[in-house]
Every structure is written in structure tokens, then in C-alpha cells.
């Protein structure tokens, strides 16, 4: 009989990235050591064939015509893709849209289910004096 240790530490890192009212898409600090995000990095993004509302992540590493690349500004990094999320239908302007990133086993690329969660932004006061 043999054993096989599960390390903590493989499951105590939490991939997340949010989508801000910018409508950028950007990556908590663990999430960008994870994926190894670069001045050089670009991601794709893909909706499952069989349901529209289930959004893929590809860690592609090098740019192309298909892909977003991740841009840096100090040690933050993200992706500006507005666009797709305005064609996607997400009301990132009135809520507080999260992803947990989910890692697919896969041989031929680095693929994340992205989790939305989402609820209504904190709207501030407006005070008058």
C-alpha cells in the first residue's frame, strides 16, 4: 500500500481576478505569481459551446491575434477587455463582480474556470453641504 500527501499549500493558494467598474479585469498578487504574469504575458478567454454563461480563461503566454494582453501597472496586473465584457451583458458598473478560478487539467494549455460571483455595488453617499 502506498500513500500519497496532499500538501496544504497546493490548496491554500485562491485564484481570483475581479472585474472592475473600469470594466478591467484584474488579478489578485497570488493569482499573478501563479500564472507567471509578465510585461510579456496575454490571456484568451472562451464561453462553453454548450453553456454561454461558463467563461474560460487561457494563460497563452505569448500574444496573438486572439488574445488580451495583461498589462502592468506597478506590481498590479490586468486586462483590458471591456469590450467583451460589455458584449457578454456584465453590469460591472452596478455590481461587484468576482471570479474564484478553477484550474483545468489540461496537456496542451493552462485553462481556469472563472466562478462568477457578483452583487450590488455600495453605492456612496452623496452628501450636500
Known sequence: MGFKILSAKEFNIKLKCSLHASGKLGFTEETAKR??????SAVKFALDEEDQSVLYLFN????????????????????????????????????SIMFDMIEIKNNENEIYKLNKREKPRKQKDNIKE
Open 60 to 95: 497563452s503566454k505569448i500574444a496573438d491575434e486572439d488574445s488580451f494582453k495583461v498589462n502592468k501597472a506597478g506590481s498590479y496586473f490586468y486586462v483590458n477587455a471591456k469590450a467583451m465584457f460589455d458584449m457578454l451583458g456584465y453590469d460591472y458598473a452596478n455590481n
Open 35 to 40: 500564472l507567471q504574469f509578465s510585461d510579456n
